[in-house]
């Protein structure tokens, strides 16, 4: 039970440093990431924020 909860604590943890979807540190990013590892809504956020400059 002790295990699961800390499991859990740190995926929270981790969740909260990743960029915001859109954001300049986000698409710098995905240009590092494998586009083979890109996953489909990724390849649309990427396109929509970084590609085209819309802001989310």
Not at 10 to 24: F, K, N, Q, T, Y
């Amino acid at each position: 039970m002790k295990s699961s909860i800390l499991i859990i604590i740190g995926m929270l943890l981790l969740a909260g440093c990743s960029p915001e979807v859109g954001s300049d540190e986000w698409c710098e990013d995905m240009k590092e990431k494998p586009k083979g590892e890109w996953t489909a809504n990724e390849i649309g956020d990427y396109t929509k924020y970084c590609v085209l400059n819309q802001k989310p």
